[in-house]
T-cell receptor, first 112, second 114 residues
């Protein structure tokens, strides 16, 4: 079945460490997105990419980095510069800019 | 600036009762509107979408929503709620002149009483 796979489902990180969240899709979608979800705040956009080797900052990009070397992959790195990284992270994709987004199952990151 | 407001943080309804979740948006152009549902610890599933045309749209699981341009609203409704509908519901606006990103409301948590 086609879909979006995020891994791992749960991730624990020590303060000061970088950590990378994986997002892979086999839907042949062009655009991919990373959102952060905090209780009571909905989802906020971190980064997005419309084509390979190109990406743009979203509303809360500070402390995060991404790459888009392959159409099907869009990993997110949470760096030590991110002051409050504990959150639920959701990856999404769309075939074009004019349809609904499809979401992965999320990764819960906890800083310990 | 674009924004989405869901005025109700938490709603409790009895099983079998009707449901309406409110959503108001602020967007200068014709909006692309969505309702998503999320179970605890899971991703988001699309319930329904409005792009153009008929202002009453039907979705999955018996949900419908009505787009009212004059009120900048896109309220979600269901005539008879089931216990399995307990979840968090998000309204969103799609910004297709900004790479297709979504602006989400804060979410409404729905509880269902037996």
């Amino acid at each position: 079945d086609g879909g979006i796979t995020q891994s791992p489902k749960y991730l624990f990180r020590k303060e000061g460490q970088n950590v990378t969240l994986s997002c892979e899709q086999n839907l042949n979608h062009d655009a991919m997105y990373w959102y952060r979800q905090d209780p009571g705040q909905g989802l906020r956009l971190i980064y997005y990419s419309q084509i390979v080797n190109d990406f743009q900052k979203g509303d809360i990009a500070e402390g995060y980095s991404v790459s888009r070397e392959k159409k099907e992959s869009f990993p997110l790195t949470v760096t030590s510069a991110q002051k409050n990284p504990t959150a639920f992270y959701l990856c999404a994709s769309t075939p074009t800019g004019y349809t609904e987004a499809f979401f992965g199952q999320g990764t819960r990151l906890t800083v310990v | 600036a674009q924004s989405v407001t869901q005025p109700d943080i938490h709603i409790t309804v009895s099983e079998g009762a009707s449901l309406e979740l409110r959503c108001n948006y602020s967007y200068g152009a014709t909006p692309y509107l969505f309702w998503y549902v999320q179970s605890p610890g899971q991703g988001l599933q699309l319930l329904l979408k409005y792009f153009s045309g008929d202002t009453l749209v039907q979705g999955i699981k018996g949900f419908e929503a009505e787009f009212k341009r004059s009120q900048s609203s896109f309220n979600l409704r269901k005539p008879s709620v089931h216990w399995s509908d307990a979840a968090e519901y998000f309204c969103a606006v799609g910004l297709y002149n900004q790479g297709g990103k979504l602006i989400f409301g804060q979410g409404t948590e729905l509880s269902v009483k037996p």
